[in-house]
């Protein structure tokens, strides 16, 4: 049972660099998030996808674009990498968007952009 | 602007002795919350939430206690184990604009 898989675990960019962080989860849940973790800050919503073929804005959602590809997969793309990018990733999923909604989430992708 | 806030970076307790985190919140509109445990390495899992109609919920060693009029809510652990030694965080759902607010987190160690 693997849950919410993140691919890549780590990563190192240069700056100007682009990448994509690759989200899969196989609960059959509707809606999947991008959170990153920095020191201090807590968790910060990047986007959401409430539903297949829906996505939003998060509280961060500057220098990342999303594509919910399907019902499993959801993926979060730096388009050119700057230091301020440097966090920890987190992707996850629920049944459904709203209150009460558990949100089971991924291993988290270690990113550094140098 | 932080809306929720876990003003305890970090916290130690004795093995078998009460845990008690705290986290405050400013928006009225939250009426849901939950706590999560983060271990090393892995992602946070869910640990147990409150509707704000309740004032407690409980799930075996943790207990959750919601004060409204204060802003409050505290998560105690009786009795902590050091398997319980993670990172804590917690989380208010806004009914306004249908998004949940992380708080910064606090890491509880456990001591044997």
């Known amino acids: 049972n693997a849950g919410v898989t993140q691919t890549p675990k780590f990563q190192v960019l240069k700056t100007g660099q682009s990448m994509t962080l690759q989200c899969a989860q196989d609960?059959?849940?509707?809606?999947m998030y991008w959170y990153r973790q920095d020191p201090g800050m807590g968790l910060r919503l990047i986007y959401y996808?409430?539903?297949?073929?829906t996505t939003d804005k998060g509280e961060v959602p500057n220098g990342y674009n999303v594509s919910r590809l399907n019902k499993r997969e959801f993926s979060l793309r730096l388009e050119s990498a700057a230091p301020s990018q440097t966090s920890v990733y987190f992707c996850?999923?629920?049944?459904?968007w709203g209150a009460g909604d558990i949100q089971y989430f991924g291993a988290g992708t270690r990113l550094s952009v140098l | 602007d932080q809306q929720v806030k876990q003003n305890s970076p970090s916290l130690s307790v004795q093995e078998g002795r009460i845990s008690i985190l705290n986290c405050d919140y400013t928006n009225s509109m939250f009426d849901y919350f939950l706590w999560y445990k983060k271990y090393p390495a892995e992602g946070p899992t869910f640990l147990i939430s409150i509707s704000s109609i309740k004032d407690k919920n409980e799930d075996g060693r943790f207990t959750v206690f919601l004060n409204k009029s204060a802003k409050h809510l505290s998560l105690h652990i009786v009795p902590s184990q050091p398997g319980d030694s993670a990172v804590y965080f917690c989380?208010?759902?806004?009914?306004?604009?249908?998004?949940?607010?992380f708080g910064t987190g606090t890491r509880l160690k456990v001591l044997a």
């Open positions: 996850a999923s629920s049944e459904a």
């Open positions: 989380a208010a759902f806004n009914s306004g604009t249908y998004k949940y607010i």
């Open positions: 609960m059959n849940h509707n809606s």
């Open positions: 996808s409430a539903s297949e073929g």
